[in-house]
């Protein structure tokens, strides 16, 4: 197995590609097989380094509209369907959104993303949103990206004219394994948020989650179809089971289980940002570990309803694995 990961590694360093079928043998290998884990990470922290180098991107969310989600996605604190004992609460104000993007600009922060629950969002509220990223713009050295579910062309324009530079919006799951994980939208719909997102000339983030009981091949496919959207900022969650959503039950995928996602995401996408996102401390003292394997950005501070770790401690964690901020 360790001359198999050579013969990938020499071939993507030389501008060549894995398959699907590479990419499933290696997420086989066995976690008590230390030196041939070992030889997947060092491959991919090579890969790393030749193709985006040494520096690290920080962003930060704020939770902008928190609950009341129309939207039955399985694994989501803040859906309608499900009760979580989350907080719920309308969009906030211009003042405390502010107040936490200069905080994040303080600590360290290149990326701060205003994310809000729904669907979509009302017109209402988007042109709330439209002014308050104008002033974002002006108010402070962030760059400044959105999440707000599905959204057309036309509005991701008008968030391209306020200010915005990039806008998330993950797949979520593999095309074949959606449905298993929502009802009330399709793979589709957030296909052409993707589309209208980049015909409008954002940027573009966009990732998923493991462990929400997808299978490896599932993962793998997820990583190649976001690969073939052109994306290069991946973002990868790990599910963390919420009490009172269908997944809460869900078996958690192990820290080196997770570390060869991460590994195998950036051997597919090996010019790509491979962002860790929520659910890294699912990976507890071995989080570290992922700067080593192919990982190069991070979602920091606290997220959506989980809570993130302390951003001088991932800064210093990021720096002490060789990064540049």
Not at 25 to 38: F, G, N, P, V
Request: a neutral charge; aromatic letters at 6%; one cysteine or more.
């Amino acid at each position: 197995m360790k001359t198999f990961i050579t013969e990938i590694k020499t071939r993507i360093l030389a501008g060549g590609e894995i398959t699907y079928e590479e990419a499933v043998k290696l997420m086989a290998i066995d976690e008590k097989d230390e030196e041939t884990i070992k030889a997947l990470f060092d491959a991919a922290n090579m890969i790393r380094e030749k193709f985006v180098g040494n520096k690290a991107d920080l962003c930060s969310i704020i939770n902008a509209k928190s609950g009341m989600c129309s939207e039955d996605c399985k694994y989501c604190a803040q859906s309608i369907h499900y009760q979580t004992g989350v907080e719920v609460y309308d969009l906030l104000d211009y003042d405390e959104i502010l107040k936490r993007a200069l905080e994040m600009e303080r600590e360290g922060v290149n990326r701060f993303s205003l994310v809000t629950s729904g669907k979509g969002i009302d017109q209402r509220d988007f042109d709330k949103l439209i002014k308050i990223y104008e002033r974002l713009t002006r108010d402070t050295n962030l760059k400044i990206c959105a999440s707000h579910g599905i959204i057309s062309y036309e509005q991701a324009v008008r968030l391209k004219i306020a200010g915005v530079n990039m806008y998330h919006h993950n797949v979520e799951a593999s095309s074949s394994f959606y449905e298993n994980i929502c009802s009330t939208h399709t793979y589709e719909d957030r296909i052409n948020t993707i589309n209208n997102v980049q015909k409008a000339g954002l940027k573009l983030c966009c990732g998923g989650i493991i462990g929400l009981g997808e299978a490896v091949e599932d993962r793998v496919k997820m990583a190649f179809e976001i690969k073939n959207l052109g994306i290069k900022s991946v973002p990868i969650n790990i599910l963390n089971p919420i009490k009172g959503t269908p997944l809460e039950n869900v078996d958690k995928l192990s820290p080196l289980e997770i570390l060869k996602a991460m590994a195998i995401f950036r051997l597919i996408i090996p010019d790509g940002v491979i962002r860790y996102a929520g659910g890294r401390v699912s990976l507890g003292a071995m989080q570290h570990m992922g700067f080593k394997a192919g990982v190069n950005a991070a979602l920091v501070g606290n997220y959506l309803t989980t809570v993130g770790n302390k951003i001088i401690d991932d800064i210093r964690m990021i720096k002490e694995q060789g990064f540049e901020l």
